[in-house]
């Protein structure tokens, strides 16, 4: 089931739960059961969950996924203008493109700046313990274009 189904669902869920929870509140308040206060807090806590659930699944976005494309961890990322991963030793060249495209796809707007350069490197031995830093490629996100 997507993520997007299974919080529209659980949300459906919370709400008819804590629907029936404050009936049964109101049933132990007319009843004067011990264990009233704690219905209270139930049905307020399920009924906060049914609304965070909803809440999440309308900004929810799922991840961009490129065909070809391979995947790297982010190794710097300056919060502005410029993402970094890390491709491994084994990389394939053919995956560089895609690999970088949906890096770029994935990227979010908030706090950025307008465009953002996004950076494939490997790290590439020059002697015994010592690498330096190879960039094998570059792509650009512009974030006024939507």
């Known amino acids: 089931m997507p993520l997007s189904e299974l919080l529209e669902v659980s949300s459906r869920w919370l709400a008819w739960s804590g629907l029936g929870l404050s ?8 009843a004067r059961w011990g264990l009233r206060f704690r219905l209270v807090g139930v049905s307020s806590f399920t009924f906060l969950l049914a609304v965070s659930c909803w809440a999440f699944s309308i900004s929810y976005s799922p991840p961009v996924h490129v065909d070809g494309a391979l995947q790297v961890p982010i190794v710097f990322d300056n919060g502005s203008d410029l993402v970094v991963a890390q491709a491994s030793s084994d990389f394939e060249q053919d995956a560089i493109t895609p690999t970088l495209n949906q890096i770029a796809a994935n990227l979010r707007p908030g706090g950025r700046n307008v ?8 790290l590439q031995g020059v002697s015994e313990g010592t690498s330096r830093p190879v960039v094998l490629g570059e792509t650009k996100r512009d974030f006024s274009q939507g």
Not at 23 to 30: E, K, N, Q, Y
Not at 115 to 122: A, F, G
């Open 23 to 30: 009936v049964l509140t109101v049933v132990a308040f007319v």
């Open 115 to 122: 465009e953002v350069r996004v950076r494939l490197r490997q």
